[in-house]
């Protein structure tokens, strides 16, 4: 299994595959298979697999057992089997016992072939004499003639059988005779697993049931056995158990006898299973949990649940761990009573909370191009006591970086336009400050859009302030999270002369050491009402007197020229400095930076979206005055990656409209003055689907399955 994998408390030695039936294998693995063969020893155990011999009719299901002939601790192994297509349909369930059940693992069930890598840490699989390792239900075809038989055979040489001190069995496997015939068998039973109260009614179907049928069940009080139909029966519990494993025996008048072992289903509910995948899980239940994945697009993460519980189960996750918006990327799933559902991670590390403590199991694989390479294997998450109160994000922040939106009125004239709202994270709830209602105010416009929206019928002349907040809702499952809010302040100047107003908010230029003098920026000037006269001055806090405004004074509509002589810069850095226009009602002030030496290269942007949201990201700023033009680039995934021009700074969503679960990469290339800067870009999509672009798999090579954890 790849090095990310998580192991909790003492580490289990690696599982290391010997050779197997591999073609064309050579260089370092050939070399490495050779090796792995002198591992035999003349003191190697022996470990005996036996195949139960079961009869079933044709349109009914089969449970064929593999267990060993004496008991011996099993902490590791792999098998396979390949049933008779002229028999049977395709493999159903598949389930490991351990006594102490800790049986973790994989199973890959495809048409009529199953194999299967499982771990048992304490050593509890093969250890009870009367519990099967393996047990696999399979349907018998409709229309196979009564008497025929076929062989069931089992394959244990694909990866080492190992026991609790590390040394490797040798093991034999004998087949059995499967015979078509008999009328009663047994398809399923619900509960089939987790710790079922007494009193509750079990419900057994299969065929060939009559009301001579009785029910037995190891360790099991059963009461109130019913007959319903020739395929259903009922049975009350009499005591409080863990079903899992337990022996079901039905027997009628004739003689007939039908036997199962309880395993919830490992057949997903939630959709089409990646890769064919029927997981193995623990009993260890969990409630609260950590998902640590590895940013890497080789590799596949996805979480198993299995509710073992009788009521439905709802699944949260979240990711903390990404800045501001995508912090809040989080997703709810359901999973009805006794189903196993699977979650596609992506490649970010997430936290998940449930309802009701479930059983987990995280599978992992790697792949190469489009192909599934040989590293397969399963790891638990990491259970968490609980979450930090108040930890989660967004942080509260200024929307505008703490510069307050400044919006100037001259009364008599035309009321403020409305202004579009951005909010920080897409479905936030927008509130206004008390005091700030009798003139501000937020609608919803086209698209479910906000704008702030102003009512200056009723204002003196003089300045308004009030704040705009931004509230995260979280879901039930993060209730003990207190979302911060972003703000925003709001500053409505309202005046009978008319404002001043300028056509760029900033100026940055970007100079090369030593660089030639860079081109002037020209500033639109202009009033809200009639034609007033303005002054401009320049001023510098670092560096000389390198800032320049022509000309010093004007009237509405003016423009002024800004300019720097980089001369007198003597080191490499930020200079600051300001543009300050006054009128007669207000002065707007210009900030100006200028970046001597290499240019300020923003940091990596990120995007965490659920598959297949239609609706795009909230944007990112890109927030440098001198931007002239914008690119995007994404290296798979086709169009997903936009960006805009608005103002000198470049707006940047991402969309995972038509994305599958996994991360994708992309850029953003700025260009400024002194040339173009290229900017990553990462976007994660949480998937609750399937999983597509993955070709047929390669045979694995057993991973390193490593399991040791406690649960809640």
């Known amino acids: 299994m790849p090095t990310h994998a998580v192991s909790i408390g003492n580490p289990v030695r690696p599982v290391v595959p010997p050779q197997r039936r591999y073609r064309g294998v050579t260089g370092r693995t050939a070399v490495l298979l050779a090796a792995l063969s002198s591992w035999t020893s003349a003191a190697t155990p022996a470990l005996s697999l036996v195949v139960s011999s079961e009869t079933a009719p044709a349109g009914a299901w089969a449970q064929i057992k593999v267990s060993l002939i004496a008991p011996q601790q099993i902490t590791a192994g792999y098998l396979s089997m390949d049933f008779d297509p002229a028999v049977f349909g395709s493999v159903g369930n598949v389930a490991v016992f351990s006594a102490t059940g800790d049986a973790a693992g994989f199973a890959h069930a495809t048409g009529t072939h199953v194999d299967v890598t499982f771990t048992s840490p304490s050593g509890g699989v093969g250890q009870l004499p009367a519990l099967p390792v393996l047990v696999v239900s399979v349907p018998v075809l409709s229309g196979v003639s009564t008497g025929k038989t076929t062989t069931v055979t089992v394959d244990p040489t694909g990866a080492p059988w190992n026991n609790p001190a590390g040394v490797q069995y040798s093991v034999t496997a004998a087949p059995a005779t499967f015979q078509v015939g008999g009328t009663i068998s047994i398809q399923s039973v619900s509960p089939a697993g987790g710790t079922i ?68 289903p490992s057949t997903p509910g939630n959709g089409a299973s990646p890769w064919s995948i029927a997981p193995i ?91 599934l390479a040989n590293e397969e294997g399963v790891a ?73 929206s102003f009512d200056v019928s009723s204002l003196a002349p003089g300045a308004y302030t009030g704040t705009v907040t931004a509230t995260h809702v979280l879901p039930g499952a993060l209730a003990n999270l207190s979302a911060q809010v972003a703000s925003l ?63 010093a004074q004007g009237t509405t509509p003016g423009s002024l020229t800004v300019g720097i002589d980089p001369t007198g810069f003597t080191a490499n850095g930020a200079y600051q400095g300001q543009v300050a226009i006054q009128g007669p009602a207000n002065t707007v002030t210009l900030p100006v930076t200028v970046y001597v030496g290499a240019p300020a290269v923003p940091s990596p942007m990120s995007f965490v979206l659920e598959a297949g949201s239609a609706a795009p990201s909230s944007p990112q700023f890109l927030s440098m005055s001198t931007i002239s033009a914008v690119s ?45 800067i290229s900017v990553p870009v990462t976007l994660t999509v949480l998937g609750s689907g399937r999983v597509t672009g993955i070709a047929p798999r390669h045979p694995p090579t057993p991973p390193d399955v490593r399991f040791s954890a406690s649960g809640g």
């Open 197 to 264: 109260p007494a009193g509750t009614v079990l419900t057994i179907q299969g065929t060939g049931f009559d009301s001579t049928t009785t029910a037995t069940m190891d360790g099991v009080g059963l009461s109130s056995v019913e007959y319903i139909s020739s395929q259903q029966m009922t049975a009350t519990l009499d005591n409080t158990r863990e079903l899992t494993a337990t022996h079901l025996r039905l027997a009628n008048s004739a003689g007939e006898r039908a036997d199962h072992f309880l395993a919830l």
């Open 281 to 371: 899980l623990p009993l260890t239940t969990f409630s609260l949990v950590q998902w640590q994945n590895p940013m890497s697009d080789r590799i596949n993460e996805i979480a198993w649940l299995l509710n073992q519980t009788s009521a439905p189960v709802t699944a949260t996750f979240f990711s903390p761990s990404f800045g501001f918006c995508s912090a809040l990327g989080f997703q709810t799933i359901t999973i009805p009573p006794g189903e196993v559902n699977w979650f596609s991670l992506g490649h970010s590390n997430l936290e998940m909370s449930v309802s009701a403590p479930i059983r987990l199991l995280e599978y992992t694989n790697t792949f190469e191009g489009t192909f």
């Open 380 to 452: 638990p998450p990491i259970p968490v006591a609980s979450l930090p109160p108040g930890s989660i994000l967004p942080t509260a922040q200024n929307w505008q970086q703490g510069t307050p939106l400044t919006v100037n009125w001259q009364a008599g004239t035309n009321p403020p336009a409305d202004i579009p709202l951005t909010p920080p994270c897409t479905g936030d709830t927008i509130s206004v400050s008390a005091a700030a209602q009798l003139w501000l105010s937020v609608q919803q416009g086209a698209n479910h859009t906000p704008s702030l």
């Open 489 to 551: 302040q709001v500053v409505l100047n309202v005046g009978a002369s008319p404002f001043l107003a300028a056509s760029l908010p900033g100026i940055q230029w970007n100079v090369p050491a030593g660089g030639s003098t860079p081109s002037p920026q020209v500033v639109q000037v202009q009033s809200s009402g009639v034609a007033i006269q303005f002054r401009a001055t320049a001023s510098t806090t670092s560096g000389g007197n390198w800032l320049s405004v022509t000309p």
């Open 632 to 676: 995007v680039q994404t290296q798979s995934g086709g169009n997903w990656l936009t960006a805009t021009l608005d103002s000198g700074d470049a707006d940047i969503t991402a969309s995972a409209a038509s994305l599958a679960a996994g991360a994708y990469h992309g850029t953003v290339t700025i260009t400024i003055p002194s040339g173009a």
